[in-house]
T-cell receptor
Framework: NAGVTQTPKFQVLKTGQSMTLQCAQD?????MSWYRQDPGMGLRLIHYSVGAGITDQGEVPNGYNVSRSTTEDFPLRLLSAAPSQTSVYFC?????????????FGEGSRLTVL | LAKTTQPISMDSYEGQEVNITCSHNNIATNDYITWYQQFPSQGPRFIIQ???TKVTNEVASLFIPADRKSSTLSLPRVSLSDTAVYYCLVGEGFYTGGFKTIFGAGTRLFVKA
């Protein structure tokens, strides 16, 4: 049982480059979300989705795009990377709202923007 | 959104009971209170969730007073492996249409031998 799978685990980008962080879950969860975590800080919500075709912004959405074409996948796109986006990114999923239900997290993707 | 306030850090010794209190004065009627644990270089892991009174599982207990403006996570007889960051979450209620789960800064628990 894979749970939530994130790829890549590590990535180094140059300023201005674009990339996509992949997130897939095999639990048929409706709710998926992306967080970023800076050193010594808590997690901040970037974007979330309550089902295929539905996405919304979280606390810190600027510089990131998402889409949800299938229940399983929720990719996070950085269109023009900036050093301020250096962080660890976590994807999470839940069967329900994510509040009255357990969030399952991936192992994280560590991104460095030079 | 109901904001949460937790102590930034706590120290304890092996074998002691640890209580971490979280304040959430603006909690909404439909909100649940959830606690997560995070080890370095890992994603958070669900510990316990409750709505009111007391909830207990094999890992921890959660105490919620009647006014629900605070909650206390209780870890019985901690060990070195309980050293982690603990997050208290209160999200938007299901029926209000909100689905955002917001994490605060968390409480860094350091367990000493």
């Amino acid at each position: 049982n894979a749970g939530v799978t994130q790829t890549p685990k590590f990535q180094v980008l140059k300023t201005g480059q674009s990339m996509t962080l992949q997130c897939a879950q095999d639990m048929n969860h409706e709710y998926m979300s992306w967080y970023r975590q800076d050193p010594g800080m808590g997690l901040r919500l970037i974007h979330y989705s309550v089902g295929a075709g539905i996405t919304d912004q979280g606390e810190v959405p600027n510089g990131y795009n998402v889409s949800r074409s299938t229940t399983e996948d929720f990719p996070l796109r950085l269109l023009s990377a900036a050093p301020s986006q250096t962080s660890v990114y976590f994807c999470a999923s839940s069967v329900g709202t994510g509040v009255s239900g357990e969030l399952f997290f991936g192992e994280g993707s560590r991104l460095t923007v030079l | 959104l109901a904001k949460t306030t937790q102590p930034i850090s706590m120290d304890s010794y092996e074998g002691q009971e640890v209580n971490i209190t979280c304040s959430h004065n603006n909690i909404a009627t439909n909100d649940y209170i959830t606690w997560y644990q995070q080890f370095p270089s890992q994603g958070p892991r669900f510990i316990i969730q409750g709505y009111k009174t007391k909830v207990t599982n094999e890992v921890a207990s959660l105490f919620i007073p009647a006014d629900r403006k605070s909650s206390t996570l209780s870890l019985p007889r901690v060990s070195l492996s309980d050293t982690a960051v603990y997050y208290c979450l209160v999200g938007e209620g299901f029926y209000t249409g909100g689905f955002k789960t917001i994490f605060g800064a968390g409480t860094r628990l350091f367990v000493k031998a």
